[in-house]
């Protein structure tokens, strides 16, 4: 179950592998979804919030859940994790990176605890859920901000 949960979010952060889709579109993964967005587009405000706040929820999310999941839980402020509004080069770039950075420890603490038991299981699954909901935002921002 583990492999198939890891397969899951590899495939929501990085997109689809080539020969098996889950639930995305070919290129339709985190990373490349950002990395297609100028520092402007994804400071641009649409439907209440921008597609870098939505980033920025998505790295703390990975912090959060991933201490969930290995036994862990610390205090964590999601409204904190909604701070980020606006990116300039310098601060896009740094957020994707840390984005990488943060997906491949939410793998590994996912890889190492997922089946410790029932709560870093929920945790696990959760963390793929959350992360394919806010794929889904972001890519209906990137779309309806590039009509506009």
Do not use: C
Request: glycine share 8%.
């Amino acid at each position: 179950m583990t492999k198939q949960l890891l397969a899951v979010l590899r495939e929501g952060f990085e997109g689809p592998a080539d020969d098996v889709t889950f639930y995305l579109d070919s290129n339709a993964g985190l990373r490349s979804t950002l990395a297609s967005l100028t520092p402007e587009e994804a400071s641009r405000n649409f439907a209440g919030n921008s597609v870098a706040a939505h980033a920025h929820h998505l790295l703390f999310s990975f912090a959060a859940f991933g201490d969930f999941i290995a036994g862990e839980p610390g205090k964590h402020d999601w409204n904190e994790s909604w701070r980020v509004a606006e990116v300039d080069d310098a601060q896009w770039a740094k957020l994707q990176g840390d984005l990488a950075r943060g997906y491949d420890e939410l793998r590994q603490r996912i890889e190492a605890n997922a089946d410790r038991n029932g709560d870093a299981l929920a945790g696990s699954f959760s963390a793929v859920t959350h992360l394919a909901y806010h794929i889904g935002a972001i890519r209906q921002k990137v779309a309806a901000l590039r009509a506009s």
